[in-house]
């Protein structure tokens, strides 16, 4: 079992649609959860993190953590053809970081 | 430099030779780690760097896989006999100290160099 599985996608959503993103973890013990953005043939880069049950906001983008259902999710509001991505979910566990395989995301004009 | 700093950005070699990659994390950063990222595939853990210990070098897949930290900042992957199975991106990324769990301005979020594409013919 992978510490962390996402669904591949892709994701098609339009422009101005909410898109919804969605983590599962396996290990319960994980301390904290990232939200990373890679663009094609980049490197990834962090939008958001969360420690906490419960939801955290930050402009466009919601983070929701259930740590009974081992899971977390990324809500990204007002899509834009700019967000089209790959979206990988991160677990920090005793000092290290666990990837899924990231969620391609493409939003349509 | 401001960022993680990873040459070279490309690599071809051909299947056993040995190569090095190079990582210069970011100033102050204590904790380095070295990711690989095959195509499709998220980061996968290759080692943590705490210092110039190897904390946790439990991702390395074998035995021709080293990577040192002599002076706690710039970092070596170094990897002998390559293999075409080897071919993919070599990611080094670099975190401060972690705050508090609450969300200090320490999150421990990890900042990632350009990555070193490896390609083994």
């Known amino acids: 079992q992978k510490e962390v599985e996402q669904n591949s996608g892709p994701l098609s959503v339009p422009e101005g649609a909410i898109a919804s993103l969605n983590c599962t973890y396996s290990?319960?013990?994980?301390?904290?959860f990232f939200w990373y953005r890679q663009y094609s043939g980049k490197s990834p880069e962090l939008i958001m993190f969360i420690y906490s049950n419960g939801d955290k906001e930050d402009g466009r983008f919601t983070a929701q953590l259930n740590k009974a259902s081992q899971y977390v999710s990324l809500l990204i509001r007002d899509s834009q053809p700019s967000d089209s991505a790959t979206y990988l979910c991160a677990v920090y566990n005793f000092n290290k970081f666990y990837f899924g395989s990231g969620t391609k995301l493409n939003v349509k004009p | 430099g401001a960022g993680v700093s990873q040459t070279p950005s490309n690599k071809v070699t051909e299947k056993g030779k040995y190569v090095e990659l190079r990582c210069d994390p970011i100033s102050g950063h204590t904790a380095l780690y070295w990711y690989r990222q095959s195509l499709g595939q998220g980061p996968e853990f290759l080692i943590y760097f705490q210092g110039t210990g190897a904390a946790d070098d439990s991702g390395l897949p074998n035995d021709r896989f080293f990577a040192v930290r002599p002076e706690g900042s710039v970092s070596t992957l170094k990897i002998q006999r390559t293999e075409r199975g080897d071919s993919a991106v070599y990611l080094c990324a670099s975190s401060a100290p972690r705050g508090e769990l609450a969300g200090g301005p320490d999150t421990g979020e990890l900042f990632f160099g350009e990555g070193s594409r490896l390609t083994v013919l």
């Open positions: 290990d319960r013990g994980s301390q904290s």
